[in-house]
C-alpha cells in the first residue's frame, strides 16, 4: 500500500497545462512538509517544488520557478502541483512526497511517498 496517490498526469503540448493532485492513502499528511519529485527515464529523481506544514512557505526548482506553483489544502489533507507553460524537458514521472519536521528539497529527506504520475510535453 503506497501512503499517497498522486492524479492528474497526462499528454500535453509543449505550452500547455496540468494540474496534479496528491491525497495521503490510509491517512492524512495535513501537520506534514511535503514535495513534489520528477524522474524522467534514465535520470535522477530530481527536485521540483515543495510547502512546508501550513502552506506558508514554498520552494522551487530553478527549471520550474515562474510556471509551476505548489499549494496544499489540509483542511481536505490535499496537495496540488499547478503545471503551466509546459515544456518538452518537463516530461517525466512526477511523485508526491511528505516527511516530518521541517520542509526540504532533498529526497532523501522524504519518508513518504506516492507511485507517480506520468506527464508528457510534446513538442
Known amino acids: 500500500q503506497v501512503p499517497l496517490v498522486e492524479s492528474g498526469g497526462g499528454s500535453v503540448q509543449a505550452g500547455g497545462s496540468l494540474r496534479l493532485s496528491c491525497a495521503g492513502s490510509?491517512?492524512?499528511?495535513?501537520?506534514?512538509?511535503m514535495g513534489w519529485f520528477r524522474q524522467a527515464p534514465g535520470k535522477e529523481r530530481d527536485f521540483v517544488a515543495a510547502i512546508n506544514w501550513s502552506g506558508s512557505d514554498t520552494y522551487y526548482a530553478d527549471s520550474v520557478k515562474g510556471r509551476f506553483t505548489i499549494s496544499r489544502d489540509n483542511s481536505k489533507g490535499t496537495m496540488a502541483l499547478q503545471m503551466n507553460n509546459l515544456k518538452p524537458e518537463d516530461t517525466a514521472v512526477y511523485y508526491c512526497?511528505?516527511?516530518?519536521?521541517?520542509?526540504?528539497?532533498?529526497?532523501?529527506?522524504?519518508?513518504?511517498w506516492g507511485q507517480g504520475t506520468q506527464v508528457t510535453v510534446s513538442s
Open positions: 490510509g491517512r492524512t499528511f495535513r501537520g506534514y512538509p
Open positions: 512526497a511528505a516527511k516530518s519536521d521541517l520542509v526540504s528539497t532533498q529526497a532523501s529527506r522524504y519518508t513518504y
